[in-house]
Nanobody
Framework: QLQASGGGSVQAGGSLRLSCVAS????????IAWYRQAPGREREGISC????????YYVDSVKGRFTISTDSAKNTMYLQMNSLKPEDTAVYYC?????WGQGTQVTVSS
């Protein structure tokens, strides 16, 4: 089970940190990912970390602004979002294997 939090409303240029607490999963053993879905658009993957080789991926639109990380001691994954833009407005979802968080709304105003 994944429980996401940390969304909210910010002005352009602001920052938010999303959190996702996992129950029954060990981060060190699985790939983790963050997705988002904007109104009227399909859900898109924006960042992931592959445990097999430790590589991290970011979609071009968030590269340099977003950072994915984990705290294994807290069984929590994070998405630090800086320099937010109105086009980042979406519902954000954490994902591990077939498990999805409930989604947390991020709204960025200009």
């Amino acid at each position: 089970q994944l429980q996401a939090s940390g969304g909210g409303s910010v002005q352009a240029g602001g920052s938010l940190r999303l959190s996702c607490v996992a129950s029954g999963l060990t981060f060190d053993e699985v790939d983790i990912a963050w997705y988002r879905q904007a109104p009227g658009r399909e859900r898109e993957g924006i960042s992931c970390t592959t445990r097999s080789d430790g590589s991290t991926y970011y979609v071009d639109s968030v590269k340099g602004r977003f950072t994915i990380s984990t705290d294994s001691a807290k069984n929590t994954m994070y998405l630090q979002m800086n320099s937010l833009k109105p086009e980042d407005t979406a519902v954000y979802y954490c994902n591990i294997q077939s498990y999805w968080g409930q989604g947390t709304q991020v709204t960025v105003s200009s």
